[in-house]
C-alpha cells in the first residue's frame, strides 16, 4: 500500500530529451509538491499544487513544467534535459496546504548523459 | 525568507551511544519545526516534530528540544542502534504563503555497531 507512488524509479536519457516522471499519491491530500535532491542530498521545494491549482512555482527554468489533472496526482515534464539535471526527484503530498507534515514518495533518479 | 543551518554534516557513533543534530533559523516567526529520517533510497519519513508553544518532545529514544530566542533547535537519538543510520534533516516552517518548509543541508549519521 504505498502512500505516494512515483515512475519510473530511474531514468537514463541523453541531452536534449524530453522526458516525464508521474506521482500518484492514496491519501485522499490536497496538496502535493516536487523537490529536487542533488548531489549533496539538499532539498529544494520546485513546485506546489493545491487542488490541482499551482500555488509554489520557485525559480525553475520554463523546461520544467507540472501538471495535476486531479488532486491525486501531479506529474512532472522536462523538455531539452540538461546534464545539470541529473538529480534524485521527490514527489510528496500533506493533507493541507498549511504546513501539514510532508508524505514523500521513493524518488526518481534522473542520469542525463 | 527562511535560513536553516544544520550540524553536523556528517556524525559517526558507537551504538549505544547518543546522538545529537543541531539547527538554526533565522525567521523569529516560523512556528513549526518537523525532523525527517531519510534511508538509503528512499524518501525522507518524519520521525518527530515540534510547535513553538513547546519546548521538548519525546518519542521513545528520540527527542526534540526547541529555543525560541537563540532560534535553534535539536534532534537527540539515545541508544543509537545500526538501523538509525541514515540522513537527517531538520526543516523550519516560515511565513510563506503556502506555508512551505525550509529544509536544512542534512545531517548523515553512521551507527557503527
Known amino acids: 500500500d504505498t502512500a505516494v507512488s512515483q515512475t519510473p524509479k530511474y531514468l537514463v536519457t541523453q541531452m536534449g530529451n524530453d522526458k516525464s516522471i508521474k506521482c500518484e499519491q492514496n491519501?485522499?491530500?490536497?496538496?502535493m509538491y516536487w523537490y529536487k535532491q542533488d548531489s549533496k542530498k539538499f532539498l529544494k521545494i520546485m513546485f506546489s499544487?493545491?487542488?490541482?491549482?499551482?500555488?509554489i512555482n520557485e525559480t525553475v527554468p520554463n523546461r520544467f513544467s507540472p501538471k495535476s489533472p486531479d488532486k491525486a496526482h501531479l506529474n512532472l515534464h522536462i523538455n531539452s534535459l540538461e546534464l545539470g539535471d541529473s538529480a534524485v526527484y521527490f514527489c510528496a503530498s500533506s493533507l493541507d496546504a498549511g504546513g501539514s507534515p510532508l508524505h514523500f514518495g521513493n524518488g526518481t533518479r534522473l542520469t542525463v548523459t | 525568507g527562511e535560513n536553516v543551518e544544520q550540524h553536523p554534516s556528517t556524525l559517526s557513533v558507537q551504538e549505544g551511544d547518543s546522538a545529537v543534530i543541531k539547527c538554526t533559523y533565522s525567521d523569529s516567526a516560523s512556528n513549526y519545526f518537523p525532523w525527517y529520517k531519510q534511508e538509503l533510497g528512499k524518501g525522507p519519513q518524519l520521525i518527530i516534530d515540534?510547535?513553538?508553544?513547546?519546548g521538548e518532545k519525546k518519542d521513545q529514544r528520540i527527542a526534540v528540544t526547541l529555543n525560541k530566542t537563540a532560534k535553534h533547535f535539536s534532534l537527540h537519538i539515545t541508544e543509537t542502534q545500526p538501523e538509525d543510520s541514515a540522513v537527517y534533516f531538520c526543516a523550519a516552517r516560515g511565513h510563506r504563503g503556502s506555508y512551505i518548509p525550509t529544509f536544512g543541508r542534512g545531517t548523515s549519521l553512521i551507527v557503527h555497531p
Open positions: 499544487y493545491n487542488n490541482k491549482e499551482l500555488i
Open positions: 515540534i510547535r513553538s508553544n513547546v
Open positions: 491519501l485522499g491530500h490536497d496538496t
